[in-house]
């Protein structure tokens, strides 16, 4: 009994290993269009789509960082400039990208750029704060896809989102969170109305890798900034040594980010290329054996795990 319940699970991943290392045909002739290419996953993976030998179409923020990623690869590779929080920048995109593409259409449209900060507990931060990261991370995503979706459904191609084990659960206050978990249900809502039309969606949930998004010193500077602007009130709840063990966490947690950011670029190249991707990756020993299995355990064991964990407000009962 035991020997036919081990070969049916050795079948299962043999056929698994084999499907997923199918590739789809024609790679130099399909477009992707990435954003967030300054720094990063994008960087990192429009360099290595281009190596690959696909059609890259990178946006930067920046012509600084534009000109920094044409000079790192071949001339294949074309750049744009893009604010994703700006709707007519996104719309002169789009017309960029469809001179390019023409009739084939946009392989690939990667969803990369983001913010991590302002982050703090809640009462620390104001409106502007929150809008601020909701504006890039969650309302760009959706402007940048649905400006571009025209042309990837006329390739019948691939969509990626990248969003965060943030998406799945919420370890701090402001804007990041709440925008991974909305870039969670348009990825869902989106991936069913694209089905009919033969495109394949996949979102990628990273752990905490380091990046200039996640720098220690940016990251502490935002949170003693918050701390600053709160109100005394607010300050003489939380308390000095709440604020001190918060920054000791930061640091900590910079510590245990990984620096392989191919552990990421690696599953959004497998979602572009792949004949079978997935729905769903997860990159990093923390999204695999952490964060993802707390996210189906009771609300309760979560809750205690990390108040166990996180320092405590002055005024705490």
């Excluded at 079948?11 to 698994?16: A, M």
């Excluded at 590779?77 to 002169?92: H, I, R």
């Excluded at 394949?200 to 602007?229: C, H, L």
């Excluded at 959004?268 to 997935?278: N, V, Y």
């Amino acid at each position: 009994m035991w020997f036919y319940l081990v070969a049916l699970l050795g079948l299962f991943y043999l056929v698994r290993w084999y499907r997923e290392r199918q590739v789809v045909s024609h790679l130099p002739d399909k477009y992707v269009f990435i954003t967030g290419c300054d720094s990063g996953f994008g960087n990192l993976l429009a360099r290595q789509l281009d190596a690959r030998g696909l059609r890259v179409l990178a946006a930067c923020l920046t012509e600084k960082g534009a000109k920094q990623l044409r000079d790192q690869t071949s001339g294949k590779l074309e750049t744009v400039t893009l604010g994703v929080t700006k709707t007519e920048s996104v719309a002169a995109a789009a017309q960029w990208v469809k001179k390019r593409v023409g009739d084939r259409g946009l392989w690939g449209l990667v969803n990369n750029a983001g913010i991590a900060v302002p982050l703090a507990p809640n009462e620390w931060l104001t409106k502007k704060d929150f809008v601020t990261i909701i504006d890039v991370n969650l309302l760009g995503v959706i402007d940048v896809t649905l400006n571009l979706l025209p042309l990837v459904r006329k390739a019948r191609g691939r969509m990626v989102n990248v969003s965060s084990v943030g998406g799945r659960i919420a370890l701090c206050g402001g804007g990041y969170y709440i925008s991974k978990y909305g870039v969670e249900a348009f990825s869902d809502s989106l991936r069913r109305e694209t089905l009919f039309f033969g495109v394949k969606f996949a979102v990628i949930e990273p752990g905490y890798f380091r990046t200039n998004m996640t720098n220690n010193q940016r990251v502490s500077q935002n949170f003693q900034e918050s701390w600053d602007r709160a109100s005394p009130e607010v300050q003489e709840i939380y308390g000095e040594k709440f604020l001190a063990s918060y920054m000791k966490s930061i640091e900590l947690m910079d510590q245990l980010c990984r620096q392989d950011l191919h552990l990421v670029t690696d599953c959004m190249e497998h979602a572009l290329t792949a004949c079978h991707p997935h729905t769903r990756y997860s990159a990093g020993w923390d999204a695999k054996f952490l964060f993802v299995p707390m996210s189906y355990m009771p609300t309760f064991l979560v809750d205690a795990i990390f108040s166990w964990g996180l320092p405590r407000p002055a005024k705490a009962l």
